[in-house]
């Protein structure tokens, strides 16, 4: 495993991440197995939220960390607020809300302090400047000790790199999501933000699910792209350690975050940063598979 700093942070995380929201509460043990194995594996940034299964996706990650707490990364999210009957939730960026919800993450989580809280969303019609004063005061107070945001917005993006502390976004980002190299990667770069992605294997497309229709791609072209990774493999590296590997060699990000449900899959995503890096050339054939998309909405 290697690790990289997370942007002007003080945390060093691994490349590869766990995205806990894979990890099923109702089999419990199974998602407990998966977190210690990744930890053996050196896997040492694990990431969850409030709002995956209600809150019991926070209690499986707080329960199966809770004697690794000091060796570990431990990252989760907030601003979306259950509606009291679990009918759903409502977008609620507000400081009280979020001082609040923090005390509830903290309980699940059974931990003092959260390595990386981050707003989960975010509209360019949020009261900022009051969500940042959240976590402000919230890292004043030793609550958390680093907070970010998870956004593919870039005008959100550019106003919290531009009026906030913080230290990581999390993006989609993947090579049938190139919208973030358009411009997003190249400003958080610049301003040493660091870059979590999420969905860098695009729902399991490129790494050998049935090809399907895909944010606006064709299952034709997205047949086409995984057709490109597969010709990138080699014995050492299959197809879901090629995608990943192009992610991560963009200059600009930190980490892939990687939802797995099994520990076959785990260890599979765990392995790529033992596996040879892609040529020069294989990222031409790789990019010249399909045309990068670009923004279109929030620029």
Sequence with gaps: MEYQKLGNSSLHISRIGLGCMSLDPERESNGINIIHRAIDLGVNYFD?????????NEILVGKALLHKRRDIILATKAGNQWRADGSGWDWNPHKEYIIKAVE??????????????????????????????????????GKI????????????????????????????YSLLDRRPEESVLTLLQENNIGVLVRGSLAQGLLAGKTPKDYLGHTAADVKKVAGAVNSC???????????????????????????????????EVAGTMSTLSLSAEEIKILQDSIPPQKYTDHK
């Design 145 to 172: 000790l680093h907070y970010g945001i998870s956004s593919i917005r870039p005008n959100v993006i550019r106003e919290y790199v531009k009026r906030s502390g913080i230290v990581s976004v999390m993006m989609q």
């Design 48 to 56: 969850t939220a409030d709002l995956y299964n209600m809150g019991l």
């Design 233 to 267: 493999v080699n014995k050492d590296r299959p197809a879901s350690q090629t995608a990943l590997r192009y992610v991560l060699q963009n200059p600009a990000i930190t980490a892939a975050v990687v939802g797995v449900s099994t520990l076959e899959q785990l260890e």
């Design 104 to 141: 509830e993450s903290l309980r699940r989580l059974q931990t003092d302090y959260i390595d990386l809280y981050q707003l989960h969303g975010g509209t360019i019609e949020d009261p900022i400047d009051e969500t940042i004063e959240a976590f402000e005061h919230l890292k004043k107070s």
